[in-house]
T-cell receptor, first 113, second 115 residues
């Protein structure tokens, strides 16, 4: 596709449930990033994938959060045993190896009741 | 550690007037600097970036930003504001001297352009 796509656009879940958020990066982009935007806050880095290298997980807030990237393309962010403080917009971005700009998807708005 | 400060939560400007959205940064090495804009219920859109070279960078929609190394600033500017420029603006930095490619964002500045 022409841009980064994310699904679902909105997700409402109950506290304690697991959720999976999906990101399809721009075709050919080798780098993929996940960020979180909480209400009234800036963007918080979560995790970064670059090619076949080990991901940079330094931003994950707890071990309930994990992500994988299959085949160097699609990525899934999983949040286990969701808590109300996990409610946020989760943004995915991708970039090429030569372009320093990151291109963002529309985000998934997660609401934990 | 790297950080970004956007000192103004909101900037109000009349249509047709020049606008400035302020950003200062802190990195241990040399910075890559970015501005993004977020419209309601939309993802972030890339506006412009500074990597190296000229301190004045021109970007999308008539925006420009000036890199000032001595003041560690990267203020966003536009000569004549439009009502349609009203949105949330984020400044971001990446330290080019580390292997970490994730961006550190400021808290955002809401720009309100009045007709």
């Amino acid at each position: 596709g022409a841009g980064v796509s994310q699904s679902p656009s909105n997700k409402v879940t109950e506290k304690g449930k697991d959720v999976e958020l999906r990101c399809d990066p721009i075709s050919g982009h080798t780098a993929l990033y996940w960020y979180r935007q909480s209400l009234g806050q800036g963007l918080e880095f979560l995790i970064y994938f670059q090619g076949n290298s080990a991901p940079d997980k330094s931003g994950l807030p707890s071990d309930r959060f994990s992500a994988e990237r299959t085949g160097g393309s699609v990525s899934t962010l999983t949040i286990q045993r969701t808590q109300q403080e996990d409610s946020a917009v989760y943004l995915c971005a991708s970039s090429s190896g030569t372009d320093y700009g990151q291109f963002f998807g529309p985000g998934t708005r997660l609401t934990v009741l | 550690a790297q950080s970004v400060a956007q000192p103004e939560d909101q900037v109000n400007v009349a249509e047709g007037n020049p606008l400035t959205v302020k950003c200062t940064y802190s990195v241990s090495g040399n910075p890559y600097l970015f501005w993004y804009v977020q419209y309601p219920n939309r993802g972030l859109q890339f506006l412009l970036k500074y990597i190296t070279g000229d301190n004045l960078v021109k970007g999308s929609y008539g925006f420009e930003a000036e890199f000032n190394k001595s003041q560690t600033s990267f203020h966003l500017k536009k000569p004549s504001a439009l009502v349609s420029d009203s949105a949330l603006y984020f400044c971001a930095v990446r330290d080019m001297d580390t292997g970490r490619r994730a961006l550190t964002f400021g808290s955002g500045t809401r720009l309100q352009v009045q007709p």
